[in-house]
């Protein structure tokens, strides 16, 4: 018997080793520090951080699922916090990194538009970090050498607006995964880094001391992705060339040829300033003089851009002036569509009407004329760079497009500084209603978009704009400002596209600002718009529909650096985990979603809106594939 007790004794010990690692599991939890807590903590090293109160354990969980409970997290499907979005938000402080490292899923941080200042902190102590936003702060001094050091999944860093000095970290040109690079607007000196990636979508290291001959690398960018840098040649730039030091009489030579010059330049200038010009009067008055409206002051909240519904409703038509005045009887509308139906300015200004919101455009009218007759007018203020021909000449070839899935132009009226242009009520709202709900309510009714309704739309969609390409050709990107917003329902759920066809009647400062073709990769990147840019806004879209997630406020676009690709960054991340029905809105899924049909959209929108412009669809094979 005392024989086998050495292997009793071991059999014994270790089932009880294994009782106790048990045991300790189940109770380990109860003293591990939670997600809250290191947020918690992290929050405190912050100054002015009444954005984030509430950051509360009483709300619950930071994140319950893909769901998140504090504002400013961003959560993955397993519960965790995936990143943390605090752009904009007025904060100021010490961003504890350390704090940070025991949130072992984050893979995101920015904190754009804030007021953080001093060195850069220690990041790389994130070594997982995928994507880092810290544009627009007040960072400073130089950046060490090996900063990035091991961050060997970084893979989007965005550093613009601060005051950094010193070389480029040398370290970022062995992070092979790094797709976006923004460093414009510092003090950077030195040469670039001999950078290798081949893979970089989007780089700007503009408006910077940089010198020296651009890495091959980076050859093939946009010029103006090192514009302000007057010591830097290669290509995209001009050549560089040796210097030899010229004789000095030659420096004579020129400098005397510098000073002639400057002399005549300067007296031109005072020949020219002494006979006084004064500008004649522009002929015709505003349209708020001539016809008595009003402008209506825009709502801090963008409501036409959220979808709201009607802010506000009266007797009289909101634009009218107090006086009541009407309009001039030679001011009239110009017809596009001959729907049956007549009316002039007198009738819109003296219908009852309600005021649907403001938007980045102008402000925009429901009017009712009478039984079955509802127009909408929009008031444009930003289209005072065209011509009164040339403006007529665009809006007759809008005119003339007819599609079930446009929303057309019945008539507009011109004058240089506003424009109005009126079209038919859809009942339905936009699709940004249906999806993220009413700005000041937050109601959301993304229970009525069933999958089939959403399959629907984004069909319609689809052949609307693939039409527009089609009729359209001239136009670099024959919509270009394709969102949620910009799709309205009618009394059925079909989509009608609307703002179409506007780029070359909107004044370009403007539209660089506001337009969804001008927050596209390729223009962030290379200041340019494609054939392709339509289409990676259809694929933004789609995301949005599948998602239900709201591309322009969800995660980082909050910045002035806006980054509208992140849906498809997070989408990305999800499926990475192998949980891509966690992407999916689960409004759609429990009305009658076909996992098999939503999987085969989500991957036409991600080629939709690949960043890489040669990857991307083009709007042949995403009608194609997308009618399949």
């Known amino acids: 018997m005392s024989h086998h007790n050495p292997h009793i004794k071991f059999l014994f010990f270790t089932r009880l080793l294994v009782v106790v690692i048990h045991l300790w599991l189940a109770w380990r939890p109860s003293f ?9 903590k992290f929050r405190e090293s912050l100054n002015n951080a009444i954005a984030l109160s509430n950051w509360n354990p009483s709300r619950g969980p930071p994140c319950e699922g893909l769901r998140s409970n504090w504002d400013g997290v961003m959560c993955e499907n397993r519960g965790r916090v995936l990143g943390l979005n605090l752009n904009g938000k007025g904060l100021g402080g010490d961003l504890d990194v350390v704090a940070l490292t025991e949130l072992t899923s984050l893979r995101v941080f920015g904190a754009m538009n804030n007021s953080f200042e001093g060195p850069l902190p220690s990041f790389k102590k994130l070594g997982s970090l995928k994507h880092l936003y810290l544009s627009h702060n007040k960072f400073s001094g130089e950046i060490k050498s090996n900063e990035f050091e091991g961050m060997n999944s970084l893979k989007k860093l965005h550093l613009a607006g601060n005051s950094f000095v010193g070389p480029i970290p040398g370290s970022l040109a062995t992070l092979g995964k790094l797709v976006e690079l923004m460093l414009e607007n510092n003090k950077f000196d030195g040469k670039i880094p001999d950078f290798k990636q081949e893979r970089f979508t989007l780089v700007n290291l503009s408006n910077n001391l940089l010198e020296g001959q651009i890495p091959v690398a980076l050859s093939h960018l946009n010029a103006s992705s090192f514009a302000g840098n007057i010591g830097l040649c290669g290509l995209p730039l001009k050549p560089c060339v040796s210097n030899p030091k010229l004789p000095t009489s030659t420096i004579v030579i020129v400098g005397i040829s510098l000073a002639a010059a400057l002399v005549a330049i300067v007296a031109v200038i005072v020949i020219l300033t002494s006979r006084k010009r004064f500008p004649a009067p522009e002929e015709g008055a505003s349209i708020s003089q001539a016809t008595g409206l009003r402008t209506v002051p825009l709502d801090e909240l963008d409501k036409t851009e959220k979808g709201s519904t009607a802010a506000s409703s009266s007797p009289e038509f909101p634009m009218m002036s107090p006086e009541g005045r009407k309009p001039e009887p030679s001011l009239k509308l110009t017809f596009l569509v001959d729907s049956g139906e007549r009316f002039d300015l007198a009738d819109l200004l003296n219908a009852s009407a309600e005021m649907l919101g403001s938007g980045v455009f102008g402000s925009t009218y429901k009017a009712a004329l009478g039984p079955g007759s509802t127009m909408v ?30 929303l057309s132009t019945v008539a507009f009226y011109y004058r240089k500084e506003e424009k109005l242009l009126v079209s038919h009520f859809a009942p339905n709202m936009s699709l940004a209603f249906h999806l993220h709900g009413n700005s000041k309510c937050e109601v959301r009714s993304g229970s009525k978009l069933d999958w089939p309704t959403r399959l629907r739309i984004v069909k319609g969609v ?57 927050k596209s990769p390729e223009y962030r990147q290379g200041k340019r718009i494609t054939k392709k840019t339509d289409v990676w806004a259809l694929g933004i879209l789609i995301l949005e529909i599948l998602t239900g997630k709201y591309s322009e406020n969800y995660f980082l676009q909050q910045g002035k650096a806006g980054i509208d690709s992140d849906l498809a960054t997070w989408v990305e991340s999800v499926m990475s985990d192998g949980s891509v029905e966690e992407v999916f809105d689960k409004d759609m899924v429990v009305n009658g979603g076909c996992d098999q049909e939503m999987r085969m959209l989500l991957k036409i929108g991600m080629s939709c809106c690949e960043a890489d412009v040669e990857k ?5 094979e995403a009608m194609k594939s997308i009618e399949e």
Do not use: C
Request: charged share 20%; hydrophobic share 40%.
């Open 32 to 40: 591990a520090i939670s997600e809250a807590d290191i947020l918690l």
């Open 462 to 518: 689809a052949r609307g704009l693939s039409y527009l390409y089609t009729e359209l050709p001239s136009l670099t990107a024959p919509h270009g400002h394709l969102k949620s917003t910009n799709v309205l329902l009618n009394a059925s759920f079909e989509p009608l596209l609307n703002d179409y066809g506007l780029l070359p009647v909107v004044n370009l400062e403007h539209a660089q600002k506001h337009m969804i073709a001008y």
């Open 377 to 406: 007018v929009k008031r444009f203020k930003h289209m005072n760079n065209v011509g009164k021909e040339d403006f007529h000449e665009h809006m007759r070839r809008l005119g003339r497009l007819t599609n079930h899935n446009l």
């Open 616 to 620: 991307r669809w083009d709007i042949k």
